[in-house]
Nanobody
């Protein structure tokens, strides 16, 4: 498994931007598919964005397309989520997660396929 630590959350206003980071330990980062999930109060955890281990494929939930960008820096063993034009509906605890295996564009969204999780970072967007 890989150890994951998120950072970069905070309180912002609608329209602002944030960049979340997920630092991964271990020398095998390049073999992990990575993703961001989020969980708002009273709601189930949901997929936000993901990137495959080679970085050739990314996926986003529809509500963040065009506003969020997921990227990875394998040299720094870090996953990022660049969030622009934030909306109050983006308020949630954001988690990064890691998976080893072959993921399709559809299966990348399945929470149960991820075996390593970070502790989460809070993002609060006010109107």
């Amino acid at each position: 498994q890989v150890q994951l630590v998120e950072s970069g959350g905070g309180k912002v206003q609608a329209g602002d931007s944030l960049r979340l980071s997920c630092a991964a330990s271990g020398r095998t980062f390049t073999t992990w598919n990575m993703a961001w999930f989020r969980q708002a109060p009273g709601k189930e955890r949901e997929f936000v964005a993901g990137v495959t281990w080679r970085g050739e494929r990314t996926q986003y939930r529809d509500s963040v397309k065009g506003r969020f960008t997921v990227s990875r820096d394998d040299a720094k063993t870090t996953l990022y989520l660049h969030m622009n034009m934030l909306e109050p509906e983006d308020t949630a605890v954001y988690y990064c997660a890691a998976n080893q295996g072959a993921l399709t564009a559809q299966s990348m969204r399945h929470m149960k396929l991820y075996t390593s999780w970070g502790q989460g970072t809070q993002v609060s967007v006010s109107s």
